[in-house]
């Protein structure tokens, strides 16, 4: 269902339904993290603060309103400092604790909002229909391939200590199969990519998702989360299923400016 939706939006919507697919995907990893972060009842103002100062910065980075961000970004900040400033007492003393939730904060933002601007930017590329396409399909080919092989075949762990259930063959199957959808996406749609953009996309784009994968794993264990939310039954929360998207992005964006 969230895939054919994609699709519709990726065809029928143009930049501006690529735009709001950012927001609302964004907004919703930003819910995820801050629940996350901030799961301990005593926190709760912590968690909105953060959304309240998160949301309007995705709107602004997304949206790419960069004189009005720069005044927004200053007094929001301000703000949240002066937040934390006078949560000193809720926290008996423990001011290492304040800092490294304000540290938290900032980078969920940041991390969040940043990576997600990268969507409506690599819509905005010549032919960016087609690379928003090959985007999804190295990010959904990876994901797939991992699984089927790493589940098959996985003998060798690819780094337990943030993801003991990632394996090196499920990485290796990722990246021939993210390999083989850009391959197919050239012969169905993108002729004007050569063999070579095929093999760098597919390689080059799987490993970044990847990365963007562990990543998201290092959070979680990071927080003792296992999935970052429950929105898609069995699948975990948004930030799951977008996490290698939100790597690939930029990766692909750099990569069609050279070419």
Not at 59 to 85: E, P, S
Not at 215 to 220: D, G, R, V, W, Y
Request: with cysteine; proline share 3%; charged share 10%.
């Amino acid at each position: 269902m969230g895939v054919a939706l994609i699709i519709v939006l990726i065809v029928y919507g143009g930049a501006t339904a690529v735009t709001a697919l950012a927001f609302l995907c964004a907004t919703a990893c930003m819910v995820e993290y801050f629940f996350m972060l901030f799961a301990e009842s005593s926190f709760v103002s912590e968690r909105w603060v953060g959304l309240i100062l998160g949301i309007p910065v995705i709107f602004v980075i997304i949206g790419q309103h960069v004189q009005f961000g720069l005044k927004g970004w200053t007094l929001a900040l301000l703000l949240f400092f002066f937040f934390y400033l006078f949560r000193v007492p809720q926290y008996q003393q423990n001011l290492s604790r304040l800092l490294n939730h304000m540290a938290l904060s900032l980078f969920g933002i940041l991390y969040i909002s940043y990576l997600f601007a990268y969507l409506p930017l690599v819509r905005q590329l010549p032919q960016g229909d087609e690379w928003i396409f090959v985007l999804f399909i190295v990010a959904w080919f990876g994901d797939s391939g991992a699984y089927l092989i790493g589940s098959r075949y996985g003998r060798r762990k690819l780094y337990p200590m943030i993801s003991p259930g990632k394996t090196l063959e499920g990485s290796f199957g990722g990246i021939v199969l993210s390999t083989v959808g850009v391959f197919l996406a050239q012969f169905l749609f993108f002729h004007s990519l050569t063999r070579v953009d095929c093999l760098i996309v597919g390689v080059g784009g799987s490993i970044f998702g990847q990365l963007g994968d562990l990543f998201e794993s290092l959070i979680k264990r990071g927080f003792g989360a296992k999935d970052s939310g429950v929105v898609i039954p069995g699948h975990g929360g948004v930030l799951d299923r977008f996490d290698s998207v939100m790597f690939i992005a930029p990766f692909l964006y750099f990569y069609a400016g050279l070419w």
